[in-house]
């Protein structure tokens, strides 16, 4: 992969940024899909958050990049060759190395066997063994699965996608082979609302959702203009140059990750979450576990001890505007009501 465009070198798009860094953060938070404009951007953003964080450690030969201190996480090779076999009371111990975070796109015409992973045909005639070859799903656990057009894409694929990203498990039963292992993603979809939309359902399982909207004004067009010119024009230098706010923004998000834990949901804004998703009259209680997911995050990202009402105002239009029935005798848009419905909250 070439040189990404820096994260904080990308002008406005605020929401878009900041729900890719919830996300960076607590993956748990169920994966961010952007809507929006052509060109104003999307995958800019989500490939020049990989290149922001860090690298991760991970088991040497391992397909699956698996986290060498944290065996509950790790495949089932992996956990075998951690423990001690034979005469040895201690395991040998698994060698670890640096890799990047990895950001794998998924085409939109990839089949299901290339998601999933597949029998390795290669090795199954030249040998007469049965042997797993990974898919694109092996090949992002830790790290993020991108689907551009992710509204033109299969719905049984997105099905699948979607429930792997949920549990953090690829679970491959076909051709003989009985395959288990992590995929523990984060899924970020990008497309443009023009060529058709997603499902609901499926809408409601993407974590975050954010309007990616074409710049409005004079002065905010010409300085994208500007720094997109000087990127493509020498990259090393447009790098080197914003390399000093990418620190900044890779020391926060590594502060949040640790801090996050102990970051407090007092149960007033528990409360405010759920008077809010009542009074959107969104199903389910996946709106408020997103909510205060995300909220906590963002609290995490400002190094607050705990959520506030102003964490809730910030990630609740992105949490909550993908999650709401439409209702036919009110023609505002779901952004509008969850702004309306925030304004009734804390209207006292």
């Known amino acids: 992969m070439g040189i990404a465009f820096p994260f904080a070198a990308i002008v406005g798009q605020d929401e878009m940024k900041l729900a890719l860094m919830i996300a960076a953060v607590d993956p748990k938070v169920g994966g961010v899909l952007a809507f929006g404009d052509r060109g104003a951007g999307k995958s800019t953003a989500v490939r020049a958050l990989a290149a922001l964080l860090p690298p991760m450690s991970a088991v040497v030969g391992c397909p699956y990049q698996c986290d060498p201190a944290d065996a509950a996480a790790q495949c089932a090779e992996c956990r075998a060759r951690s423990k001690p076999s034979g005469k040895a009371k201690k395991p040998a111990g698994l060698k670890a190395h640096q890799v990047p975070v990895p950001v794998v796109d998924l085409p939109l015409g990839a089949t299901e066997d290339r998601v999933v992973g597949a029998l390795d045909l290669e090795r199954a005639l030249a040998h007469g063994e049965k042997s797993f070859e990974p898919g694109l799903l092996a090949r992002a656990n830790r790290g993020f699965l991108y689907i551009d057009e992710v509204n033109l894409l299969e719905d049984h694929l997105v099905d699948l ?29 990008t497309g443009n609302p023009e060529e058709g939309e997603l499902r609901p359902q499926l809408l409601d399982r993407f974590g975050l959702s954010v309007e990616v909207k074409t710049p409005a004004d004079l002065p905010t067009r010409i300085e994208v203009i500007k720094r997109r010119d000087a990127f493509e024009t020498d990259p090393a230098a447009f790098v080197a140059h914003w390399e000093k706010e990418e620190a900044k923004q890779r020391k926060r998000i590594l502060a949040a990750r640790e801090h996050i834990a102990s970051v407090k949901v007092a149960d007033r804004e528990l409360e405010n979450a759920a008077r809010l998703c009542m009074a959107l009259g969104t199903d389910g209680l996946r709106g408020e576990l997103t909510l205060m997911r995300a909220a906590r995050a963002a609290a995490a990202l400002d190094g607050a001890k705990a959520v506030d009402d102003g964490h809730l105002k910030t990630v609740a239009p992105m949490a909550l505007r993908h999650r709401l029935r439409r209702n036919p005798l009110d023609d505002s848009g779901s952004s509008v009501r969850v702004e309306r419905a925030l304004n009734e909250l804390f209207a006292t």
């Open 161 to 189: 996608l979607l429930d792997v990203a949920a549990s953090g498990e690829n679970v491959v039963e076909r051709d003989g082979l009985s395959i288990r292992h992590p995929a523990r993603l984060v899924l970020v979809g």
